[in-house]
Nanobody, 112 residues
Framework: QLQASGGGLVQTGGSMRLSCAAS????????MGWYRQAPGKPHVLVAS???????DYADFVKGRFTISRDNAKGAVYLQMNSLKPEDTAVYYC????????WGQGTLVTVSS
């Protein structure tokens, strides 16, 4: 199971940190990532990080968001800075452990 936290309301230009922790076989987790879905838009990858630390960002968050992970805790984090109204979305954490697992989604709202 994945438990995400950290969403809420923030003003344009503000910062927010999302967290997601897994329970169970955390030593078997390989890739971790964050996705988001804005109203009326498709579900898209925001950032991913492999077990070895290889990171990939969507172009629309490069330079503003930072993904990190703690393998000992089975956790992944997303530090979001310089937030824009277009970042408003439900954010989902994802982890791969012999299959894809998803967090419950946490709403991030950026007010203009």
């Amino acid at each position: 199971q994945l438990q995400a936290s950290g969403g809420g309301l923030v003003q344009t230009g503000g910062s927010m940190r999302l967290s997601c922790a897994a329970s169970g076989s955390i030593s078997s987790i390989t890739d971790m990532g964050w996705y988001r879905q804005a109203p009326g838009k498709p579900h898209v990858l925001v950032a991913s990080i492999s077990k070895r630390g290889t990171i990939d960002y969507a172009d629309f968050v490069k330079g503003r968001f930072t993904i990190s992970r703690d393998n000992a805790k089975g956790a992944v984090y997303l530090q979001m800075n310089s937030l824009k109204p277009e970042d408003t979305a439900v954010y989902y954490c994802n982890m791969y452990v012999r299959g894809n697992y998803w967090g419950q989604g946490t709403l991030v709202t950026v007010s203009s």
